[in-house]
């Protein structure tokens, strides 16, 4: 069993783990969503959970974690670049 990553892996794995956390906010929010809907048009619903922040919240960590991987992604292929070499001689 390996139990060092390269930077490739522990990005991916990073930007699906912000990516599952984003869908169970989206989720989270249609839910709220749903209720909400049925019980305007006056269809009898359990009460809504009080979730709703727990979602946007949810929805941010996960956006949030995968902006964070696409700029390391980006500063890495700027450091290696044709730039870095100019920089030396």
Known sequence: MRLRMTALEFRRFM????LAIMLLGLFVGAVLLIIA????FGVRSIS???L???GVVLIALGGGLRLLVRI???LEEAASG???DMRQG
């Open 82 to 84: 044709p730039e870095g």
């Open 15 to 18: 930007d699906g783990f912000g």
């Open 72 to 74: 390391d992604k980006r």
């Open 37 to 40: 809907g049925t019980s305007l």
């Open 48 to 50: 809504a959970p009080p």
């Open 52 to 54: 709703g922040f727990q």
